[in-house]
């Protein structure tokens, strides 16, 4: 079977320090870039918004950062700016080995939809394309890392586990923003929808 690591979102925003960061962002790097040794395929997505996205609280008046607010696709949580094309905050952490990535996944590029998930926007319909580049590579099994478990991890890896894909997602190599307990219900999620949580 052939298999590719996805490393999600390993970006300098995410990390301590960064306008986003979650707790812990920094430490999974040394072990992602030791399990890229075992595979053939890396490749790497990238929060990449333009600035006063959608997503931001900053573009929506009288909006706090962790609030949410309906969007014609849903209940869209508002994030601090983050990952604004170009920044500082939206390149990969110093220490992620890039090299070996033969695809770099940028998402999020819509000003009026976020896109959590590697394959689809939050609107679950408007596709990254990498679905087709993984299927015309023969890859059918994926193993997931990085930041964040609870919305970019675990949204990257229910979409592939309904796209036909076997599922790994590596916890130990993933950190939670976990918030009001969406770590819970996204593990859940996740297990529903055949992912293996290792
Ligand atoms: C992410 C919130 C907003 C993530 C990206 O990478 O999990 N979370 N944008
Ligand atoms: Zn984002």
């Not at 949410?68 to 110093?94: I, K, N």
């Not at 926007?121 to 993984?134: F, K, S």
């Not at 990257?156 to 219900?185: E, N, P």
Request: net charge negative; aromatic share 8%; glycine share 10%.
């Amino acid at each position: 079977m052939t298999k590719a690591l996805i490393v999600i979102d390993v970006q300098n925003d995410f990390c301590p320090g960064g306008a986003l960061a979650v707790a812990g962002g920094d430490e999974i790097v040394p072990g992602i870039n030791a399990l890229m040794g075992e595979f053939d395929t890396v490749v790497l997505t990238q929060d990449w918004h333009p600035a006063g996205h959608s997503s931001f609280a900053s573009s929506h008046e009288g909006k706090a950062p962790f609030g949410t607010t309906e969007m014609p696709y849903g209940t869209q949580v508002l994030w601090p700016d983050h990952c604004v094309q170009g920044s500082h905050g939206a390149h990969f952490h110093r220490d992620l080995i890039v090299d070996r990535a033969t695809m770099i996944q940028r998402k999020g590029m819509n000003p009026a939809v976020d896109s959590y998930s590697a394959f689809f926007e939050n609107d679950h319909v408007t596709p990254t394309g990498l679905e087709g580049w993984l299927h015309s590579r023969g890859i059918s099994s994926l193993t997931f890392v990085g930041l964040a478990t609870d919305f970019c991890v675990s949204f990257s890896a229910v979409d592939a586990a309904k796209l036909g894909f076997q599922v790994t997602v590596a916890r130990a190599l993933c950190r939670a923003i976990d918030l009001d307990g969406s770590l819970a219900v996204a593990e859940a999620g996740m297990t529903e929808a055949g992912v293996f949580l290792d």
